[in-house]
C-alpha cells in the first residue's frame, strides 16, 4: 500500500519536473525567436 503511494508520488515528481523542463524549453524558443526571429 505505502510502496504504491511512494511510487504515484514519485511520478508525480518526474511528469511535474517533465512539464517545467519542457515549458522552459518553449519559453526560450520563443524568447529567441523575438530576438532572433
Known amino acids: ?3 504504491i503511494k ?3 508520488k ?3 515528481k518526474i ?3 517533465d512539464h517545467l523542463i519542457h515549458l ?3 519559453f526560450n524558443k520563443l ?4 530576438f532572433f526571429g
Open 1 to 3: 500500500m505505502s510502496f
Open 6 to 8: 511512494f511510487s504515484s
Open 10 to 12: 514519485l511520478i508525480f
Open 15 to 17: 511528469n511535474l519536473k
Open 24 to 26: 522552459i524549453y518553449r
Open 31 to 34: 524568447m529567441e525567436g523575438a
